[in-house]
């Protein structure tokens, strides 16, 4: 059985509010779960102490019993201190797509053209 440190969903349309919770990766989202380990508010302030709430002991005994948090509580983990996060890197990211590359040649074409007959006159 593969267990997940996940959230799930509650709250209203628009005013979503998680609980953050141990489940059997098979089971759907907001669906069974082994145990509550804490909430996410994401309507509270950043700077809001009550914005996270995690139950540090339970969840350090589910991640020795094999628990894998998934990114978003990755970085849950991460701020409290009880998980590294390792960092990211991926530089094609920023690389534009093939479309704006060409869109970009053909402007600085057109834009070189007229600056190069200009200096000629």
Same mark, same amino acid.
């Given at each position: ?7 799930? #969903? ?12 141990? $489940? ?42 094999? $628990? ?16 590294? #996060?390792? $960092? ?31 200096? $000629?006159?």
């Amino acid at each position: 059985m593969s267990l997940k440190i996940r959230l799930t #969903r509650g709250g209203a349309k628009k005013r979503p509010y998680y609980r953050i919770v141990v $489940a059997d990766s098979r089971s759907p989202r907001d669906g069974r779960f082994i145990e509550k380990v804490g909430t996410y508010d994401p309507m509270k302030p950043k700077d809001d102490a009550g914005r996270v709430v995690l139950e540090t002991e339970k969840i350090q005994a589910w991640l020795a019993k094999g $628990a894998q948090p998934t990114d978003r509580v990755l970085r849950f983990l991460d701020a409290a201190g009880l998980m590294k #996060r390792p $960092a990211r890197n991926n530089p094609e990211k920023a690389v534009p797509g093939k479309k704006s590359q060409e869109r970009a040649d053909a402007k600085a074409a057109a834009a070189a053209a007229p600056a190069g007959e200009g200096e $000629a006159a």
